[in-house]
């Protein structure tokens, strides 16, 4: 595709956008994080997948642009929450491994977070273990940014093959398991079981532990009953503008 050039076009005019997806807490009663995901629809081309968007940026050297773009976006949103009241609620941002290897995302962010006077806590990066086994490029950030204080998810959990190790190479602060072990787990026996493996793997090293790709209402009932607390899913609610995130909280207080 020869995208890379609206790319920058988008970049410089802001038609990129941010979207925010609710991760319930409470077995679903209240928001306590939002997950930013990019959007980019192109004008021909219609909507361009994330992967999409990341591998265009990098091939165009626009990586520390993008990267900086959907940090600002995420500023914004926890400026909003901290002035509503809602400075518990912790926003959390995908970076992935060729961006966490190419630019120095521990000296942008933690440099924008502190220009901004946002507490660091309020910040969650999730990586993949991709991310974390490509220690010589990563390590070094990725501990700067956790001594800090910003938060680690380790996303998709359950999924790659040294799931393990990784956890503890990155202390990380949560466990995502990967929507292919959650979504359908109430009529999958094995799902139920890993899921319920990965629960208490998590009890056992004192992370919290996330579920991605809750679709229905009894997939949630069964992570409930299971001791699963916090939960995330087109049933809970879909990735949406800003705005709308905002009211959808609003309407739930
Ligand atoms: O939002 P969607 O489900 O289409 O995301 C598809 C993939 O793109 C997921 O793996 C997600 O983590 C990733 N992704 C979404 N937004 C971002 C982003 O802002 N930065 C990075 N690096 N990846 C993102
Ligand atoms: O890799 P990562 O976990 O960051 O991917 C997040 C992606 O998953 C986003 O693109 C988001 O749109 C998508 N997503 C969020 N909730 C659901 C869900 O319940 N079902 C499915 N199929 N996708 C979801
Ligand atoms: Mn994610
Ligand atoms: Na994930």
């Keep these: 595709r020869d995208c890379e050039r609206d790319l920058s076009r988008a970049l410089a005019e802001g038609t990129l956008a941010v979207w925010f997806q609710p991760i319930f807490g409470q077995a679903g009663r209240e928001v306590a994080g939002l997950e930013a995901l990019v959007r980019w629809h192109h004008p021909v081309h219609g909507w361009i997948p994330p ?65 901004l006077g946002l507490p660091l806590p309020m910040l969650e990066i999730e990586i993949t273990e991709e991310t974390a086994l490509d220690i010589e490029a990563t390590q070094g950030k990725i501990a700067a940014l956790s001594q800090a204080g910003i938060r680690l998810a380790l996303d998709d959990f359950g999924v790659g093959y040294s799931a393990l190790a990784s956890l503890r190479a990155l202390r990380a602060d949560r466990i995502k398991i990967d929507r292919s072990l959650v979504t359908g787990l109430t009529a999958v026996d094995d799902k139920r079981g890993l899921v319920q493996a990965v629960l208490g793997l998590g009890r056992a090293l004192g992370l919290d532990v996330v579920a991605e790709g809750v679709e229905t209402a009894e997939d949630r009932a069964t992570l409930e009953a299971m001791g699963c607390r916090f939960m995330q899913g087109y049933h809970l609610g879909r990735p949406a503008p800003a705005e709308a995130t905002l009211r959808m909280m609003a309407d739930l207080q």
């Design 51 to 115: 992967g999409d968007l990341i591998a265009a940026a990098s091939a165009a050297g626009l990586t520390e642009s993008l990267l900086r773009f959907i940090l600002e976006q995420v500023c914004t949103m926890m400026l909003t929450l901290r002035a509503r009241g809602l400075g518990d609620v912790r926003v959390a941002m995908n970076v992935s491994p060729r961006e966490m290897a190419q630019i120095a995302v521990d000296e942008i962010v933690l440099g924008r977070l502190r220009a």
